[in-house]
């Protein structure tokens, strides 16, 4: 008899992605979103062909090495440098993500918490919660204007460009930087102008992240490069932890070196640098950029197609480490 492949998905999905796994594979899923340790996502992920993952489980050389059946580990997110594919690759797994589908809610996020950041939301809700607010006047919480702001990007990719188009809304003046200038008809549509990191963090009055995570973007805003922004700027990550310094930031914000923030991801999640927790000036939001129903049910079928391509052709689509087919074919 052909036995069904073995499937875990580590955190809580919806039932239309398990029903879906589930035509093809024998699953199992952590649909009461128990926090489980590295040791404990070993120990259930032995004997099984896939795994869905998220970004907050690390797949690595020693989490590889004791799950030697593990065919296909497909991330439920765009950011994968929670994956090591050069492991995955030396050990004969294949690494999906799910490109596209979150694009434009990431996008609309970045809007949403820039103007939540520049207008203070946060920090007006917190007083009229605390039944402290004593009446509208000239001078209260007074912010910056995001329309007619220059606004940087650092890192045009996908998400990068579909923010710059938002930001034609605003009549914003847009700055882009990436490690790979984008074509010009590129930047004509998205009315987007590349300039280096030095001359992007000088002219931003608002500077938002989305670059991708990795040993060369460590902290690519750090100490230093908070000094060469404007006092009145105000950065957003919308990336990835690491890509800043939370630190440095908090110290930045606390100084007056900027003026705000607006954080949707930490270095060190769930964790938040403590520091942050004692200012006003900057937007806490818990890395939920891409957490709208359709999309997240868009991301977890697409890593549940993935999946399934993955052990039943050996051809997923959305494949990040295609030398993999050329270390190993083993689907089937
Ligand atoms: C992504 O897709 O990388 C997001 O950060 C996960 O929510």
Redesign the pocket.
Known sequence: MNMKKKVLVTREVFDETLAHLAQHFDVSSNQGNEQWSADDLVQRLQGKDGALVT?SDRVDDALLSRCPQLRVVSTV???YNHIDLDACTRHGVMATN?PGV?TDSVADMAICLTLATVRRLAEGERLVRARQWPGTHLKQLLGHDLHHATVGIAGFGRIGQVIAKRLRGFDTDVLYHTRHRAEAAVEQAYGASYVSKDELLARSDILILILPYSPETHHFIGRAEMAKMKRSAVLINMARGGIVDDAALAEALRDGVLWGAGLD?YENEPRVNEALFALDNVVLSP?I??ATEPTRQN?AMTAARNCVAALTTGVPPNLLNPQVQATVSRAG
């Open positions: 970004t997110s765009v950011g799910t979150l991801v890395h950029a891409s991301m």
